[in-house]
């Protein structure tokens, strides 16, 4: 459940709820690229908003580097060139990745490479309590990243701060 204890925290809710969506409805049109996470459905339902994206079965590229060291230079660059020339026809529809690294790209059974973990699913919960009872919070990362938004945040979280 997201709810947020002031006027603002629903302004920055829903402008990040939108985000959210917005940046599904970008992946959802990158359905034909083979490198990046399809995503099979998107909507808003509880007052919050969802993305429904294929499953991924293998590991992660760190875990595999993990598990059997460095990958030979020739080999990753089999590997990252179809990933490269996919995230390319995303970000020519306007959406950032904002977090490529090891941990968000899959290795597959077919021995392909796969990104995931676009920044529209990053969440962090914030514990709240309020007069009603225990309240949580989700907020996505990115809103944190951004400097601009930090003002709207720490105003929106100004009613929690003698409860945590």
Not at 45 to 51: F, H, K
Not at 98 to 125: A, E
Request: charged share 25%; hydrophobic share 40%.
């Amino acid at each position: 459940m997201v709810l947020a204890p002031n006027s603002t925290g629903h302004e920055v809710f829903d402008k990040w709820r939108e985000r959210f969506l917005e940046e599904a409805r970008v992946l959802a049109k990158c359905n034909d690229v083979s490198a990046i996470v399809q995503v099979r459905d998107f909507f808003e339902e509880n007052n919050t908003a969802y993305i429904v994206m294929e499953y991924l079965s293998g590991i992660s590229l760190q875990e595999h580097l993990m598990r059997n060291g460095v990958i030979p230079a020739q080999k990753m660059f089999s590997y990252m060139i179809p990933l490269i020339r996919d995230l390319d026809k995303v970000h020519r529809l306007g959406l950032i990745h904002r977090d490529i690294s090891p941990d968000n790209i899959m290795l597959m059974p077919d021995d392909t490479l796969k990104l995931f973990d676009f920044g529209c699913d990053f969440f962090f919960l914030i514990p709240c309590i309020d007069n009603h009872g225990v309240v949580a919070i989700e907020l996505q990362t990115e809103l944190c990243k951004e400097r601009e938004h930090l003002s709207e945040l720490v105003e929106w979280l100004k009613p929690c701060e003698h409860n945590r």
